[in-house]
């Protein structure tokens, strides 16, 4: 059980935020939950017993790797059956911050169990999938948890994000190992998993054979003065140093930090990593671009998770090599990753180090003004991805995109419409990307982006008849209509003929 102390934060020099477990939310808004007065309103010890069955079925003892995979689907099931309109919204509105910790507790004794069935040769493929995607489902229902006590309160035009790690909704939660009491700050090697709010950082979490909520990776590396930094890879810019602060805030909506367990390993591939990109951006050096192709081993270039790859790798002698559980691109339909230029068939995705064995979660963070649309933003990817792999959809460049992309390359003469739409999508376009990645990431948010849109008017909707947001088998089913409804073409995306 989560010991639920008085305060938990997470530190930096220049940011120390403190989470006050009694505080209650400017607002409680009053819900119209017919479905859970009609049920006689079952409060939190109800939704408490689920929560139990759901930890004890997926945590029961498995001799093999197949009764393993039973237990873990059965566990996803027991989640997703879960439905909160059987409850009294207000009820529940109260309690949110204890499920929440419940449920956050769960998900730790499931990475210890995990460290568990790997070192007992039950973790195949089929079990890292079914791990993550429990992990994945739980943290919904948490999430949900979140809106609800915050009354689904959304973000104002033009508002940001708190900055990662702060917030005065209990948006940082800590495994009771690390929460003292005392400022728990971060530490050199630490890495934090973050994701945007961007379509393709929904799609880049998606991209795998396994469903991630997390689409980027920066390595904390702290300097003899103290000063926090983060070592990462953009697509953008390539690999860059820059102020720890900084990238926590620039408007993410949810972020992991994890530490590896041998700190003095930690903090030489820490100083070996931000050494080599500082050299890399010196008068002397020569730039680190973004490696789009993927393959973890191959070249000099880096993405966001192959530069953690390479730290730990240097620091260990090439003994530590990450990750234990890659990510699978064995998908039927290529026709997105091939366009962004991936060369490989196995890589090293970001969501991955969510359960390495010999990292443990220092603390998780996410803004629940945010995390309903990160969710559906999931649903809408989950929903395109399969498509293109069910129905072989595939992507179709129109005059505008072929236009945009071009423009793309050469950097100038943008309408305002262009510059709009990419601004959307980069900040700035890399020297490496290609037209073609460019125009896969154009064609993605404009095919993406009424979908979620739909999504949001069908959840807004159910938050004023029910009180509670759309359970996701309710948007995935609506998401299905839509498809439906438009048949062969649906944004840029179009049915190829398989034969």
């Known amino acids: 059980m989560m010991r639920c102390h008085a305060h938990y934060w997470v530190a930096t020099e220049s940011c120390v935020v403190e989470q006050v477990l009694d505080e209650q939310p400017a607002a409680k808004p009053s819900s119209n939950n017919a479905a859970g007065q009609q049920n006689g309103g079952d409060g939190p010890l109800r939704?408490?017993?689920?929560?139990?069955?759901?930890?004890?079925?997926?945590?029961?003892?498995?001799?093999?790797?197949?009764?393993?995979?039973?237990?873990?689907?059965?566990?996803?099931?027991?989640?997703?059956?879960?439905?909160?309109?059987?409850?009294?919204?207000?009820?529940?509105?109260?309690?949110?911050?204890?499920?929440?910790?419940?449920?956050?507790?769960?998900?730790?004794?499931?990475?210890?169990?995990?460290?568990?069935?790997?070192a007992s040769g039950l973790m195949g493929p089929q079990n890292q999938r079914a791990s993550r995607n429990l992990l994945r489902m739980t943290r919904y229902a948490a999430d949900i948890l979140g809106e609800l006590w915050i009354g689904f309160e959304q973000l104002d035009e033009g508002e940001g994000t708190y900055p990662a790690f702060t917030g005065a909704h209990h948006n940082t939660l800590v495994p009771a190992r690390f929460a003292t009491g005392e400022h728990l700050p971060f530490k050199s090697g630490d890495v934090i998993l973050v994701r945007g709010q961007a379509h393709n950082s929904a799609a880049i979490a998606r991209i795998g054979d396994i469903d991630s909520q997390f689409s980027h990776v920066a390595m904390v590396h702290i300097d003899r003065e103290g000063k926090h930094w983060a070592v990462e890879s953009l697509i953008e810019v390539g690999a860059v140093v820059e102020?720890?602060?900084d990238v926590l805030a620039t408007g993410l909506g949810r972020a992991l930090c994890l530490r590896h367990r041998n700190p003095v390993l930690a903090k030489n591939a820490a100083t070996i990593i931000n050494d080599r990109v500082k050299h890399s951006l010196s008068p002397s050096g020569q730039r680190i671009l973004y490696d789009f192709t993927m393959r973890p081993d191959v070249g000099r270039n880096l993405f966001c998770s192959k530069l953690v790859r390479r730290a730990y790798k240097e620091a260990s002698a090439h003994e530590y090599i990450l990750p234990t559980f890659?990510?699978?691109?064995?998908?039927?339909?290529?026709d997105f990753v091939d366009r962004i230029g991936v060369q490989t068939i196995e890589t090293f995705a970001p969501g991955d180090l969510e359960i390495e064995p010999e990292f443990d979660v220092v603390a998780e963070w996410q803004d629940y003004r945010v995390t309903s649309s990160l969710r559906l933003q999931d649903m809408v990817m989950?929903?395109?991805?399969?498509?293109?792999?069910?129905?072989?959809?595939?992507?179709?460049?129109?005059?505008?995109?072929?236009?945009?992309?071009?423009?793309?390359?050469?950097?100038?003469?943008?309408?305002?419409?262009?510059?709009e739409m990419l601004e959307e999508l980069f900040p700035k376009i890399p020297p490496n990307m290609s037209r073609r990645a460019i125009a896969a990431i154009a064609m993605l948010h404009e095919t993406a982006q009424p979908l979620l849109e739909h999504l949001q008017k069908a959840e807004q909707d159910?938050?004023?008849?029910?009180?509670?947001?759309?359970?996701?088998?309710?948007?995935?089913?609506?998401?299905?209509?839509?498809?439906?409804?438009?048949?062969?073409?649906?944004?840029?995306?179009?049915?190829?003929?398989?034969?």
């Open 47 to 118: 939704l408490r017993e689920d929560i139990a069955k759901v930890k004890a079925v997926a945590l029961q003892s498995a001799a093999t790797a197949l009764a393993l995979q039973n237990n873990l689907v059965a566990a996803t099931d027991l989640v997703l059956k879960i439905d909160f309109k059987r409850y009294d919204a207000d009820r529940h509105r109260d309690a949110a911050p204890g499920l929440m910790y419940e449920i956050f507790s769960f998900q730790q004794d499931l990475r210890d169990k995990i460290d568990q069935w790997h």
């Open 243 to 245: 102020p720890l602060h």
């Open 326 to 334: 890659p990510t699978q691109l064995s998908m039927r339909n290529r």
């Open 382 to 419: 989950d929903k395109l991805f399969e498509w293109m792999e069910t129905h072989n959809y595939r992507f179709h460049e129109s005059f505008k995109i072929r236009l945009i992309s071009l423009l793309g390359r050469i950097s100038s003469y943008f309408s305002n419409d262009i510059k």
């Open 462 to 499: 159910s938050i004023r008849q029910t009180g509670l947001p759309l359970h996701p088998r309710d948007a995935y089913i609506l998401l299905e209509k839509k498809r439906e409804s438009l048949g062969h073409e649906i944004g840029y995306l179009r049915i190829k003929d398989r034969r």
